[in-house]
């Protein structure tokens, strides 16, 4: 599932290349026609992200709030402007130009074809299952496979914010403290309340694991059992996570590499972690096999020596 950095990132992407454009919005499979036709031939206005949801601001209110879930992803069409100079280490967005396509969601993964087909038709023809599409005069994008994607009044989309814990990213400078207080006054092991999007809003299995190691905090804590400095520390390095994954596009979770290393990690993802994805294998501190195992339906890794 993708996590914070990359809805983040795609909030930017839109804000580059659809914000203050009149959209044609349309539903080529089908399934959101009577969304798409109330926010046809509308300015989008803004682009948001808090934690995982997207939130898109129409003239005249209407927002389109959307969450990739486990599958979704976005496939943008024709003018993709870089995001930050020099920043993108895995698609090397140049000057703005036309592109094949760029994905971003699917699978933790951005993908970038990066061929330049100048004779292609713009727009393209919708290809599977596209349950919208936006497009502006340059640049289309096509969401396939959401787990939400509907149309809120902004009382409704307020109330949808509310409902989420608190974002480094989105954040009015109470978001610290308000994380310390829900996480530390529950009973459920810390390592579920980090994937709790009331207690704080973006974090997913990777940053959850390894959130956890870097900390060298055992998962199975109960929430209230956090001293309150551990929990502030959490958010801190969480903060700093996210805007490094917003930067890059890549969950690169290792502060121990130099340049050289930082380099081969985001070449090889085998490298990128600490603990996660490496159930069975040497913790890369102590040498103790990191444990695999399911906390609330998801695999949680962790260093049983190295987090206690
Ligand atoms: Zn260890």
């Given at each position: 599932m993708p996590e914070g950095h990359t809805v983040h990132r795609i909030a930017r992407q839109f804000d580059r290349d659809l914000v203050g454009h009149r959209l044609a919005v349309s539903s080529p499979q089908g399934r959101f026609a009577a969304g798409a036709a109330l926010l046809d031939g509308r300015e989008l206005l803004g682009s948001s992200a808090v934690g995982k949801q997207l939130f898109l601001t129409f003239e005249g209110g209407h927002v389109l709030r959307v969450h990739l879930g486990l599958y979704g992803a976005?496939?943008?069409h024709g003018v993709v402007s870089p995001l930050a100079?020099?920043?993108d280490a895995v698609a090397s967005l140049g000057a703005p130009?036309?592109?094949r396509s760029v994905r971003i969601g699917e699978e933790e993964r951005e993908r970038d074809d990066d061929v330049d087909v100048p004779d292609a038709p713009f727009p393209p023809a919708?290809?599977?299952q596209v349950r919208v599409r936006l497009?502006?005069?340059a640049t289309v994008a096509d969401l396939r496979g959401p787990t939400a994607?509907?149309?809120l009044d902004p009382a409704a989309a307020a109330l949808a914010v509310a409902r989420l814990g608190p974002d480094p990213a989105s954040d009015d400078g109470a978001g610290g403290d308000e994380m310390v207080r829900r996480?530390?006054?529950?009973?459920?092991?810390?390592?579920?309340l980090l994937m709790d999007q009331a207690v704080v809003a973006g974090i997913g299995n990777i940053y959850r694991a390894e959130l956890l190691y870097r900390a060298r905090l055992d998962p199975h804590v109960p929430g209230r059992r956090v001293p309150a400095e551990t929990a502030r520390a959490l958010w801190d390095d969480w903060s700093v996570l996210l805007a490094d994954g917003i930067r890059t596009g890549v969950m690169l979770t290792r502060e121990d590499l130099d340049d050289a290393g930082r380099a081969a990690a985001l070449r090889d993802r085998s490298l990128r972690h600490w603990?996660?994805?490496r159930g069975g294998e040497p913790c890369r501190t102590c040498g103790t096999p990191v444990v695999v195992e399911e906390m609330a339906g998801r695999k949680l890794y962790w260093c049983p020596t190295c987090q206690r």
């Open positions: 976005w496939d943008l100079e020099g920043s130009r036309v592109r919708p290809v599977g497009a502006a005069e994607c509907e149309v996480l530390t006054s529950r009973g459920t092991p810390v390592g579920q603990v996660y994805g």
